[in-house]
C-alpha cells in the first residue's frame, strides 16, 4: 500500500515538474516581455506594449533579420520538400540497399548542424567560392530535405500497392495515380515534413554561425547578440512574437495535417 | 509488390511543377537588391549611438540606410582577412591595436578624401598620414560599480582583490580592447609593462574567487551589471553613462593609477565596391552633429573633431583632448605580435 | 521503362546529400589530418595539439559529461511525462501539443528563458529572497549545472516522444498480471517497464545525448565566459582563430565521442532486449 503511494507520489510529482519545466520557461519569457521598465525581470515592473511597439516600428535590423530567416527558411523548405519527396517515392518498395540509402540521407538528422556547416564552410573554401545567400541556402537546404523524406516514406508506407495496381490495370497514367491516388494520401505527411524543416531552419543557429557572409544575420544569431551585448527587453518581445506564432502554426498544422501523428 | 511506375515524361512534369514552388522564394531572395552599404560598430554602446545618431545623419545625408554589424575589433580583421577578394564590410571601425594588424594585412585602402571634408577639421595626429584610417574618437576607461548594491567603492584595481567583494568582479576577455588595455594598465601598475604581463597575470589569478562573470565583450560587460551578476568592473565611461540611462545605478570612478585612454579610428575596406560611399559614412561620422550627439548624453563619446566642445561629463574627467594625452595608454606596437599568445592565456585562466 | 527508372527520382537528394553532407564530412576528416591551413602537410598535429594539453582534454570530458548529466534529467523526468501520457487518455491531445510545442519554439528563446529565471534578479532569486529564504542571490547561472537543467528542458521532448513510443508497445495485461502476482509499482516498473521500453530509451538517450552535445547556443548564453564547451571551442578555432585543422580535428573527436557512447548503449540495449525476449 505504502509501497504504491510512493510510486504515485513520486511519478505525480516527477510529471507535474516535467510538465511545468516545458512550458514555464516560454510562459515567463512573454509576461517579462510586457514589463514597463528596462530591465528583463520576472515578475516585469508593470504592464507596457512599449518593447513591442519598440520592436516593430523603431527596430530595422531585427525586422531584416526576420525577413532573411524566412526567406531563407522557405527556400530551403520548399526545394528541401521537393528533394525528399521525389527520394521517398524513389526509394520506398525497394531492396535492401534502399533502405541503406535512407539511413544515409536522414543522417543530417542526428549529425550535429555544427559539424554540418564546419564542412561545407570548408568545402566552400576549398572550391575558393566566397560565402553568400548561397552557402547559406546550401546548408539548410541539406538540413531541411531528411526532415519531408523522414515523414514522407512513413506516409508513403500507409499507401496500399493494390491501389497502384488497380489504377494502373485500369489504365491510369504514372502521373494520374501519383496525383489523385498518391498524393492525397502522403500529402499530409509531406506537409508536417515540410513544416518541421521550416521551423528548424528558422531556428538554427549553427549553420548560419559557420555559413553566413558577415553582411546580414539570421534572426536567431541577432536576438542571440542583442541578449549578450544589450539584453535589451525587445529581445524578449520578440521572443514573445516569435512564441506566438509558432503556437499558433502548430495548432494550424495539427488541425490540417495531423502533425503529431509524424513524430512517433 | 509493383513498384511506382513513371515514364519519362511524368517524371519532367513532376519536377518542372516542384521546382517552380522552390522557384518562387528562392527567386525572390536572389533578386532582392544587394545591401549599399555594411558597416561595423563595437557592441553595446557603441552600436546603440551609432544607430541612434550615426545612421539617421547618413541616411539624411546620402538617402542610404547601412546594414550595422557589431564585431569586435579583433574579429573584424579576421573576417576581413579570411574573404579579402569579397570584404562583408565596406567600413569598419576599428581600435589602434587591431588597425595596425589590419594595415601590415593589407586590409584598408585611402579613403577617398574628396568625400571627406571634415578630415580638415581633425589635429594632424588624428588623421593617418597614409588615409588608412581616421581616429573617430577617444574613451576612457575606470573603476565602475554598481551604487546601490556596493558601499565602499574600491579606490584602486588592487581593491578588487579585497574578500568583501567575493563574486562581485566582472572580466572581460582579452580578444576585447577593453581586457587588454586594463591588462596592461595592471601591468603597469605592477611595475611591468607591454612586454611584461606576467604581474598582470598573476594578479588575475588572485582575483579569481572574487570573479562573477566573464564577458565576451564589453557590450555584455554591460548587461551582467544590469542582470546584477555583477556590481563592480573596469569599464568605458560611455558604456556606463548608457546603462545609468536604462536605470543601472552605476558610477565611474578614477583608480589611483589613473585614467586610461583608447581610440578608435574607422578605415574604408580594400576591394570595396563603394569606396565613395563608405568614405562618405566616414564623413558624417566625423560630422560636427554626429560628434556632438555622441559626446552628449549618454554616450560620452570624445570628440576627434576640434570644432566640438567637451560637453558636461567629459569636462569632469578633462577639459580638452590634450589632457587626455596623459592617461595611461598602450602601445600597440608591442601588444600585438603575442596578443593570441595572451588570448589563449587568459581563457585558461578564467576558465572553472 | 520505369520499374528499373524509379530510383532516378532518388538522384537529386543524392546529389545533394553526395555534395553537402557526406563531401564536407569527408573533407573535415580529411583537413584534420593536416598540419597547416594551408593543407600542404599532412600530418597528426592537430590531434597530438588536442591529447597533449589539460584544457583541450578538459573541454570534451565537460562536454561530455554535461551531455550525460542531461540525459540523466530527461530520463528522470521524461518516464513520469510519458507515464502521464499513457495514464491519462483525456490529456493526450493536450499533453503532446505542450511536448511538440519546445521542440519548435527557437533555442534561443529558450535559452534566454533560463538567463530569466536563473539570473541574480531571476525569479528563483527573487522567490527565495521574498520568501526570506537567503539574504543575497545564490549564483545560479553561468554554472554547469544551469546548463544542464536548461537543456534538459530543451531536450525533453526528443526523450518523451521515444518514450511513449515505447510504452504504447507494452502489453497492458503484463501490468496487469504483475500487479496479480503481488509485485509493488516500483517493482514492476524496474522488471517489467523499463525492459520492455527499452528501445524508446535508447532512441531517447541518442537523441538527447546528441543534441546536448552539440548545443552551442544553450551551452553559451547559459553558461557564460567561464565555461568552454567543445561546440563553441569549434567556432571559436573555425572563425575566430583560423585554425581549420586544429577546428576539424575537435569536430571529429566530438563526433567520434558521440558515436562511440551511443554505440556503446545500443550493444547494452541490443543484449539486454534479448534478455527480454528470452
Known amino acids: 500500500m505504502v509501497d504504491r503511494i510512493s510510486f504515485r507520489l513520486v511519478a505525480g510529482l516527477l510529471a507535474a515538474i516535467g510538465v511545468i519545466m516545458l512550458v514555464a520557461p516560454s510562459v515567463v519569457v512573454v509576461l517579462a516581455s510586457f514589463t514597463a521598465g528596462y530591465a528583463l525581470r520576472f515578475p516585469p515592473a508593470g504592464f507596457s506594449l512599449r518593447w513591442y511597439q519598440a520592436l516593430l516600428f523603431n527596430s530595422p535590423e531585427i525586422v531584416s533579420a526576420f525577413w532573411l530567416s524566412v526567406k531563407l527558411a522557405a527556400s530551403a523548405t520548399a526545394i528541401g520538400t521537393l528533394l525528399g519527396t521525389t527520394a521517398a517515392l524513389a526509394l520506398a518498395r525497394q531492396r535492401g540497399w534502399a533502405r541503406v540509402v535512407e539511413g544515409l540521407f536522414m543522417s543530417p538528422l542526428t549529425i550535429p548542424s555544427l559539424a554540418l556547416g564546419l564542412g561545407i564552410l570548408m568545402l566552400f573554401n576549398l572550391a575558393s567560392a566566397g560565402l553568400s545567400f548561397g552557402s547559406l541556402l546550401a546548408g539548410h537546404i541539406a538540413l531541411c530535405a531528411p526532415f519531408v523524406l523522414f515523414t514522407t516514406s512513413a506516409s508513403y508506407a500507409q499507401v496500399d500497392p493494390a491501389w497502384l495496381d488497380s489504377s494502373h490495370a485500369l489504365g491510369a497514367s504514372a502521373w494520374f495515380t501519383f496525383r489523385r491516388v498518391v498524393l492525397p494520401t502522403i500529402l499530409p505527411g509531406i506537409l508536417s515534413g515540410a513544416f518541421f524543416a521550416f521551423m528548424n531552419s528558422f531556428d538554427n543557429v549553427a549553420l548560419s554561425l559557420f555559413l553566413s557572409d558577415g553582411r546580414s544575420e539570421v534572426l536567431p544569431i541577432r536576438l542571440w547578440h542583442i541578449i549578450e551585448d544589450s539584453l535589451d527587453v525587445r529581445a524578449a518581445a520578440a521572443s514573445g512574437l516569435l512564441i506566438a506564432a509558432t503556437l499558433l502554426a502548430t495548432l494550424l498544422m495539427e488541425r490540417v495535417a495531423g502533425v503529431s501523428k509524424h513524430l512517433r | 509488390m509493383t ?289 556632438q550627439a555622441m559626446a552628449g548624453t549618454p554616450y560620452f563619446i570624445a570628440p576627434t573633431n576640434k570644432q566640438v566642445a567637451f560637453g558636461s561629463a567629459m569636462a569632469a574627467i578633462a577639459k580638452n583632448a590634450g589632457e587626455m594625452d596623459n592617461f595611461v595608454q598602450t602601445d600597440w606596437a608591442k601588444i600585438n605580435p603575442r596578443r593570441a599568445e595572451y588570448i589563449d592565456r587568459f581563457n585558461r585562466l578564467v576558465k572553472k | ?187 514492476s516498473f524496474r522488471r517489467i517497464t523499463v525492459p520492455l521500453s527499452l528501445p524508446g530509451l535508447l532512441t531517447g538517450t541518442l537523441l538527447v545525448f546528441t543534441g546536448a552535445a552539440s548545443a552551442l547556443i544553450t551551452q553559451t548564453l547559459v553558461g557564460g565566459g567561464r565555461l568552454m564547451y567543445m561546440p563553441f571551442y569549434i567556432y571559436e578555432e573555425a572563425i575566430q582563430a583560423q585554425d581549420f585543422p586544429f577546428a576539424a580535428a575537435l569536430a571529429i573527436i566530438l563526433l567520434i565521442s558521440i558515436v562511440l557512447i551511443v554505440t556503446a548503449l545500443n550493444a547494452l540495449g541490443r543484449r539486454s532486449r534479448a534478455f527480454v525476449r528470452g
Open chain 2, 3 to 291: 513498384p511506382f511506375r513513371m515514364t519519362r515524361r511524368d517524371t519532367m512534369r513532376l519536377l518542372t511543377a516542384a521546382a517552380a514552388t522552390g522557384a518562387l522564394p528562392l527567386g525572390s531572395a536572389l533578386a532582392s537588391e544587394p545591401l549599399e552599404l555594411t558597416a561595423t560598430t563595437f557592441p553595446g554602446a557603441w552600436e546603440e549611438s551609432h544607430r541612434r545618431f550615426l545612421l539617421p545623419a547618413f541616411q539624411k545625408a546620402t538617402g542610404v540606410l547601412p546594414a550595422l554589424s557589431a564585431s569586435q575589433a579583433v574579429d573584424t580583421v579576421t573576417k576581413l582577412n579570411a574573404a579579402q577578394a569579397n570584404p562583408p564590410f565596406d567600413v569598419v571601425l576599428m581600435d589602434e591595436g587591431p588597425y595596425m594588424q589590419g594595415v601590415s594585412l593589407g586590409l584598408f585602402r585611402p579613403m577617398v578624401t574628396a568625400k571627406v571634408p571634415n578630415l580638415e577639421n581633425l589635429p594632424a595626429r588624428f588623421v593617418q598620414a597614409n588615409g588608412l584610417g581616421a581616429y573617430v574618437s577617444a574613451q576612457v576607461f575606470g573603476i565602475v560599480t554598481n551604487t546601490e548594491t556596493v558601499k565602499k567603492v574600491p579606490a584602486g584595481y588592487e581593491d578588487f582583490l579585497k574578500p568583501e567583494y567575493k563574486g562581485r568582479i566582472g572580466l572581460v576577455g582579452l580578444d576585447s580592447t577593453l581586457g587588454t588595455v586594463w591588462m596592461v594598465a595592471l601591468a603597469k601598475m605592477l611595475g611591468g609593462d607591454e612586454d611584461h604581463m606576467d604581474p598582470a597575470f598573476d594578479y588575475i589569478e588572485k582575483l579569481l574567487p572574487n570573479v562573477g562573470a566573464v564577458a565576451a565583450n564589453p557590450g555584455a560587460l554591460g548587461t551582467l551589471f544590469q542582470t546584477g551578476q555583477i556590481d563592480i568592473a573596469c569599464h568605458y565611461l560611455n558604456n556606463v553613462e548608457a546603462l545609468k540611462e536604462k536605470g543601472v545605478p552605476l558610477a565611474l570612478s578614477k583608480p589611483t593609477s589613473g585614467w586610461g585612454l583608447v581610440r578608435s579610428l574607422m578605415c574604408v575596406t580594400k576591394n570595396t565596391k563603394v569606396p565613395e560611399l563608405a568614405s562618405s559614412y566616414i564623413n558624417v561620422a566625423l560630422s560636427v552633429e554626429v560628434q
Open chain 3, 1 to 187: 521503362m520505369s520499374q528499373g527508372r524509379s530510383w532516378l527520382l532518388a538522384v537529386p537528394m543524392g546529389a545533394v546529400f553526395t555534395v553537402f553532407v557526406a563531401a564536407p564530412l569527408l573533407l573535415i576528416a580529411f583537413v584534420s589530418l593536416h598540419n597547416d591551413a594551408g593543407l600542404t602537410q599532412a600530418g597528426l598535429h592537430a590531434y597530438a595539439k588536442f591529447a597533449g594539453d589539460a584544457y583541450n582534454r578538459g573541454v570534451l570530458t565537460d562536454t561530455l559529461l554535461l551531455a550525460a548529466e542531461t540525459v540523466a534529467l530527461t530520463v528522470l523526468l521524461g518516464y513520469p511525462v510519458a507515464g502521464l501520457y499513457m495514464a491519462w487518455p483525456k490529456c493526450r491531445r493536450v499533453l503532446m501539443f505542450l511536448t511538440i510545442l519546445p521542440l519548435l519554439t527557437s533555442t534561443v528563446v529558450r535559452s534566454f528563458a533560463w538567463v530569466v529565471i536563473l539570473g541574480n534578479q531571476g525569479l528563483i532569486n527573487r522567490t527565495l529572497i521574498s520568501l526570506g529564504a537567503i539574504d543575497a542571490p545564490v549564483h545560479l547561472l553561468y554554472t554547469p549545472g544551469a546548463v544542464a537543467i536548461a537543456l534538459a528542458q530543451i531536450e525533453l521532448p526528443l526523450m518523451v516522444l521515444p518514450l511513449i513510443a515505447a510504452l504504447s508497445g507494452i502489453d497492458a495485461s503484463l501490468m496487469d498480471a504483475s500487479h496479480a502476482l503481488g509485485a509493488g509499482p516500483w517493482r
